[in-house]
């Protein structure tokens, strides 16, 4: 059966939306800011103007990927550091509330929704078990084994991004220090060109938030400095890589995200501290791989958790998760 | 079916076992030195040896918990940290040829096996996922979800003391550096006792092997180092707990293996450091608890495995992984 779902990936920085199709075709894609920063009341009535606009094309379901951990028993957003005065936000009540359509809605964690998508469509569909690393504003993380999003007794397994590569590192969104995130994100790129005097001075009239792009661009060009914060980057990626693969010794280890754009960059040292560092056995199976779906990651994967919601159940709830 | 098999554990120190009847009854306890440091033919004979001391017994099966990292589907010891000489050593060849008895023989890392004992019979029974660390001589690991050890692509998954939490920290005994092992063990409790003069000097007649149960004692005597030494333990053990909290969210964390009797002198800095460190949903679940089974653990959870095995099959294969 032809079916159609709206697709939404809630970002630190946008939200991005289209129609997908159950045979994994993406149309009317749109995308507005997110302005996570100005709180998440500000953001759901952006969601919920974003939404309506495309009532007409009819989805059967709408699935949305937040970037936050989200109690899939209670429907709160319990924490998510880069959208600003989130405290256990009843996300699920709230949006019911905004919405002029009362279709199924599928909330799941956005980096949740990337790893299921690249299982069914991209890098993972060899794989029986991996996990996925989204690098964007945060460094978001899903988990897949033996073919399922593991999402932990809550639903809110695969923070990636939140274990401890160094206790006494800087200080990370989530309140904790040394995160693996605090060294591998956005947010850590910015760090390491503030640190660096050299950096913040070529880089000081760029606007925060393109200081990933534009450290890409400086080290594509051969700046020195730049292609020194790219290998640290990538060292640290390794670390967290290598932690993973010795505890769960999966198949693959899948990057995604904007900043895998910068894959040249820093795959070399990522790949040897692998080597490095990591267990003989482990390490010997693992294939770390560049998504293949990349920013559409999110929309198809959760489009598919919606599409799985709508095989399996008739009637017409209101909100699921 | 009354059944009853050889439950044997391989520590880096001793070699336990003891025949296990499926009503979860233990009798016949003997233990001898592993004498692991001294390679892993030593090792291979002495175990040939100390199995055929059961064969009067008459077990159905014989199961074995093994300090190291097995690939479970070539029968290969690729990594065993704790013991001397091993690099992909063909365990289940090997001891099949050593042993007279030719009853059914099944391989577990030692860490997996007392998880899936506190899952069926101990602290893990109300639990649906959680993580056991085995504080031994080394830092063992076993993660249970939905109720079964999740072994990894090749048997080798829940190395949990190879996790990093310092990249530039103490030499592991795997190579890499900084791993949680290097942090939480006898070999990190005899370590941190060397770097300090005056615990040296206060331990220099106790034998290596006998310095953790030294340092309890020490530590219940009142003396200010080994307190500290034994806080620093539990900083770096609840550094581990929260990332593995913060990433699969699971139910609980079963703390087993010999040095966990020094429960009182470390637990208190583990929960302080997951209330300081981790995501609150995570955390809020958690339960930190300490092993029920204590030693009997790893044997009765391999036990357990040959119960299972000796269920599911009617023929009579020599060896078993």
Redo the contacts between chains.
């Keep these: 059966m032809k079916r159609q779902v709206l697709g939404i990936d809630i970002g630190g920085t946008n939200l991005r939306g289209a129609i997908v199709t159950n045979d994994g075709t993406i149309a009317k894609k749109k995308d507005i800011p997110s302005e996570a920063k100005k709180g998440i009341n500000k953001l759901i009535d952006n969601l919920a103007n974003f939404i309506d606009q495309f009532e007409k094309n009819e989805p059967d379901a709408i699935g949305i990927g937040v970037a936050g ?1 989200i ?1 899939k028993k209670t429907g709160i957003l ?2 998510a550091p880069n959208i600003a005065k989130v405290n ?1 936000f009843p996300i699920q009540k709230k949006l019911t509330q905004k919405l002029k359509s009362k279709i199924p809605l599928i909330l799941e964690n956005d980096s949740n929704s990337a790893a299921f998508g690249e299982y069914l469509l991209g890098a993972g569909r060899e794989a ?2 991996f996990v996925m690393l989204t690098l964007g504003t945060g460094l978001g ?1 899903g ?1 897949i ?1 033996n073919g399922e999003i ?11 991004g ?6 006494d590192g800087p200080k990370c969104s ?1 309140g ?2 040394g995160c693996l995130e605090s060294y591998v994100s956005g947010e850590a790129l910015k760090r390491m060109v503030k640190e660096d005097p050299e950096l913040k001075k070529t880089l000081k009239d760029v606007p925060k938030d393109d200081i990933p792009q534009a450290l890409m661009k400086l080290a594509n060009d051969g700046d020195q400095k730049a292609i020194t914060t790219w290998n640290q980057f990538g060292k640290w990626l390794g ?1 967290g890589i ?3 693969t ?6 693959m280890a899948i990057i995604g995200g904007g900043i895998s754009n910068a894959w040249h960059l820093f795959i070399n040292e990522t790949e040897s501290e692998i080597q ?7 390490i010997e ?1 693992l294939k770390v791989r560049k998504s293949i779906l990349g920013d559409d990651a999110g929309i198809l994967g959760v489009s598919y958790l919606a599409f799985k919601y709508l095989e399996s159940n008739s009637t017409n709830q209101n909100l699921i998760l």
């Design positions: 951990i109690n319990t924490q256990n029986n078990s993380g988990i084994i593991w999402r932990g007794e809550d639903g809110m397994a695969g923070e990636i939140h274990i401890i590569v160094n206790p989530c904790n220090s670390i290598t932690s993973l010795n505890l769960l010794n999966i198949d490095k560092r990591g267990l003989r056995g482990p199976r």
